[in-house]
């Protein structure tokens, strides 16, 4: 069956193309309706769902409870993206883009608000002084990684998987555009990981937590269901260091915050307190 070719009119309207997320997929900004936030018992707020960019910051204030560092308690709210709770009021205040994960610190006064997940991860491991080496090199390399993964996965994730995934037909050419494009980023990775343990050099950083939750989850089969079609194999570096940050309890326990889907037990929708994951 062939399909009448669609001709771009001279000026862009708003016809729905259906497809997962179309019913929140908007042209403008700002907020659509009137919401506060709740707020917790801990200085550190955190609203959020358990997706890729959710779950790095998870993954990091696990981490850094599970070095010892009480300050990063925190409350993880459930943000529905589905539902459009990213456009409330409160929501909008705190991340002007609309989009999770958003952090509001209240330690100080007034409040830090940190949105994108690459800002936010830069922000608890500065706040920490962990997961950052402090020399120049370790540093910049930690932060060369950090926005690797923060230019690269709107490729994978709005390019290859939403095409792969989620538009609501199958069209080579995206396809075929964004999987050579995925496939290129998942060997600039096992270039990087044949030759150091660890992205950033010896040491596990918050490169290491943002670049896994995206393509340590893809070559594990966690994401769209594409492993066997991007031959996830042929990665062995990414999927041994895949496999080392999997292991790892903290990055466990991050997964299960904020997240409303897969088996009940992995279900934790909010987190006010560590026994919320026990
Ligand atoms: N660059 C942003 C991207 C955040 C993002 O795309 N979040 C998605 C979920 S993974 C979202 O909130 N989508 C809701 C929407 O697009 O309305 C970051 O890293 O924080």
Do not use: C
Request: proline share 7%; net charge negative.
């Amino acid at each position: 069956m062939s399909k009448a070719e669609y001709v771009p009119p001279k000026v862009w309207k708003n016809t729905q193309s259906g497809g997962q997320f179309a019913s929140i997929n908007r042209p403008i900004a700002g907020p659509t309706h009137d919401k506060t936030l709740p707020v917790g018992k801990h200085p550190l707020q955190l609203y959020s769902l358990a997706t890729p960019n959710g779950i790095k910051v998870t993954i990091l204030l696990e981490e850094l409870l599970a070095l010892g560092h009480s300050g990063a308690e925190y409350d993880a709210w459930l943000i529905r993206i589905g539902d459009g709770d990213q456009f409330s009021s409160g929501f909008v205040e705190i991340n002007p883009n609309s989009k999770i994960p958003a952090l509001l610190d209240h330690s100080a006064t007034p409040p830090i608000r940190v949105f994108e997940s690459g800002s936010i991860l830069l922000y608890l491991a500065e706040k920490f002084g962990e997961f950052l080496p402090t020399d120049p090199a370790g540093r910049t390399e930690t932060l060369n990684w950090l926005f690797w993964q923060m230019g690269a996965a709107p490729y994978l994730g709005g390019g290859f998987g939403h095409f792969y995934a989620y538009a609501p037909e199958k069209y080579e050419y995206p396809i075929n555009r964004f999987t050579m494009e995925a496939k290129r980023q998942l060997d600039v990775l096992d270039r990087r990981l044949a030759e150091s343990a660890y992205l950033a050099g010896d040491a596990y950083t918050i490169a290491d937590i943002a670049v896994w939750s995206w393509y340590g989850k893809l070559v594990r089969g966690d994401l769209y269901g594409a492993a066997q079609f991007l031959a996830v194999d042929q990665y062995p570096h990414v999927q041994r260091w895949a496999q080392v940050v999997a292991d790892r309890p903290a990055v466990i326990r991050g997964q299960r915050v904020n997240r409303t889907w897969g088996d009940e037990a992995s279900q934790v929708p909010e987190r006010h307190d560590a026994a919320d994951l026990d």
